[in-house]
């Protein structure tokens, strides 16, 4: 496991929006810094195999990523980045992760049909849900109240767990395979994204679809609520991202903006997205190696990032510093200040 910090390569499209907001400390060079990196650009090696996922703790001093080589690595985000945990126990690759809102709890989904919740303290496994009969594709936690998650599988369900009791609470059944999956604010809906290319609404009391949101021309790969919970982002094979207006009262067409740029290839990884917690900037990695960061007012890329020599599946902004993360099927995770 090394940690090397990279040359600054980065090759942005138009100014650095927000530096000013940012005090810089002057680096060595004479580069002005925006952030507590120890270098601008941190290269993490470590995982045997390609990384699907990787996640910021809510603090921002932890990076968790997850990998076909079916660990989840945990990492420092300041000084070396050094690799200080691992977390075994899945039999298959980690296809996506998830911190609890609270940063003690890990969730995280694998084609090993489970999905597993894990202490950060001690490492340790404290659950392990085991209904599905297919590939668990995607997962959320709730945001506040006591600790519920999501899942959706290739069995075409997804299911509602609670960590206190055993077995799935609840279980909605589509036709399609799921392959992404997120919680409303107030958590009294899910959403659902598949192999149908459509996001499906359901009312967790009804036990129902309630809207059916239309668009995406191709399987939905990433989805995200937005910071402020009003917005929902999702990603698709049709090389497009869009947010959605999830308010009660949104038009009927509730698409309201596309992000174009990024690719999706025949590797058909499940390509992640997500905001900045401002919810000023959205991102996602994309199949032909490349970092992607959009203005979410304008719909601008304002940064392509190379480095990566693999698919990009997952990108996160840090939770409080100017600081973007990727994980890529190079066996790479990059740190890197914007």
């Not at 598949?194 to 990433?222: A, F, P, S």
Request: charged share 20%; hydrophobic share 35%.
């Amino acid at each position: 496991m090394q940690v090397v910090p990279k040359e600054e390569n980065v090759s942005m499209v138009g100014s650095r929006p927000g530096m000013d907001l940012f005090s810089a400390s002057h680096a060595p060079n004479g580069k002005h810094r925006t952030s507590g990196l120890e270098s601008p650009i941190m290269l993490l090696t470590g995982h045997q195999s390609a990384i699907y996922t990787m996640k910021f703790n809510p603090s921002g001093t932890i990076v968790a990523s997850g990998s076909h080589d079916r660990e989840i690595f945990l990492w420092n985000v300041y000084g070396d980045c050094k690799n200080f945990m691992v977390l075994k126990g899945h039999k298959n690759a980690v296809l996506d992760l998830q911190w609890t809102t609270d940063g003690s709890n890990i969730i995280s989904a694998s084609p090993d049909k489970t999905l597993r919740a894990w202490d950060v303290e001690t490492g340790m496994q404290i659950k392990k849900m085991s209904e599905h009969s297919s590939v668990v594709n995607s997962c959320c936690p709730n945001r506040r109240g006591p600790l519920n998650i999501v899942s959706g599988s290739d069995d075409g369900t997804a299911k509602l767990w609670d960590i206190r009791t055993r077995g799935a609470t609840q279980t909605f059944p589509d036709k399609f395979q799921i392959t992404a999956v997120c919680f409303s604010d107030a958590a009294d809906k899910i959403f659902t994204g598949g192999i149908d290319n459509d996001v499906k609404v359901w009312d967790i009391r009804r036990n129902e679809v309630t809207m059916t949101l239309q668009g995406h021309q191709d399987m939905i790969t990433g989805m995200q609520l937005s910071p402020d919970g009003s917005y929902l982002l999702t990603n698709g094979m049709d090389n497009r991202l869009c947010i959605w207006d999830m308010r009660p009262y949104a038009p009927q067409n509730r698409c309201v903006k596309i992000f174009e740029g990024h690719q999706h290839n025949f590797e058909k990884n499940l390509l992640k997205c997500s905001w900045s917690p401002d919810g000023s900037k959205v991102t996602a990695g994309s199949a032909d190696r490349m970092v992607y960061i959009w203005d979410t007012t304008s719909r601008r890329i304002l940064y392509k990032l190379p480095g990566h020599t693999g698919s990009v599946n997952e990108t996160a902004f840090h939770p409080s510093e100017p600081i973007i993360g990727s994980c890529s099927s190079d066996n790479q995770i990059y740190l890197g200040e914007i």
